[in-house]
C-alpha cells in the first residue's frame, strides 16, 4: 500500500521508508526511469512517480516522463492518515 504516516504515534509507511531510502542514495536517473517504465510492478512505479516528482532532475523533463502513467488506471491501495484505507488509481497519485 501506498501512503506517508497514519496512526496516534505518526507511524511511517513501508512506501515512506522506501522513499526515505531513495532519497538517500540518490539513484541514477535512468534507474528511476526504469522504475517508471514498470508494468508490471504498480507500487514501485508509484515510487518512482513521487520520487521522479520531488528530485525533478531537469524541470522541463519531469512532466514528460509522468505524462504516459496518467493513461495507467490500475488500483492502489492508500492509507490515510487515521489508519484506514482506500483505492486511489494511478492516474490520480500521479497528478
Same mark, same amino acid.
Given at each position: /500500500?501506498?501512503? *506517508?504516516?497514519?496512526?496516534? =504515534? @505518526?507511524?511511517? =509507511?513501508? *512506501? #515512506?521508508? !522506501? #522513499?526515505?531510502? %531513495?532519497l538517500q ?5 535512468? !534507474? !528511476?526511469?526504469?522504475? %517508471? ?9 508509484? $515510487?518512482?512517480?513521487?520520487y521522479w516528482?520531488? $528530485? ?5 523533463? !519531469?512532466?514528460?516522463?509522468? +505524462?504516459?502513467? /496518467?493513461?495507467? /488506471? @490500475?488500483?492502489? @491501495? ?6 484506514? *484505507? @482506500?483505492? $486511489?488509481? #494511478?492516474? +490520480?497519485? $500521479?497528478?
Amino acid at each position: /500500500y501506498i501512503g *506517508f504516516t497514519y496512526g496516534g =504515534t @505518526r507511524k511511517p =509507511t513501508p *512506501f #515512506m521508508c !522506501v #522513499m526515505q531510502k %531513495l532519497l538517500q542514495i540518490q539513484p541514477d536517473p535512468t !534507474v !528511476v526511469k526504469l522504475y %517508471l517504465d514498470q508494468k508490471e510492478y504498480k507500487y514501485l512505479r508509484a $515510487v518512482g512517480a513521487l520520487y521522479w516528482r520531488i $528530485v525533478g532532475f531537469p524541470a522541463k523533463d !519531469v512532466y514528460g516522463f509522468l +505524462e504516459p502513467l /496518467y493513461a495507467d /488506471y @490500475r488500483k492502489l @491501495r492508500y492509507r490515510d492518515i487515521d489508519g484506514s *484505507f @482506500r483505492i $486511489v488509481r #494511478m492516474d +490520480e497519485w $500521479v497528478d
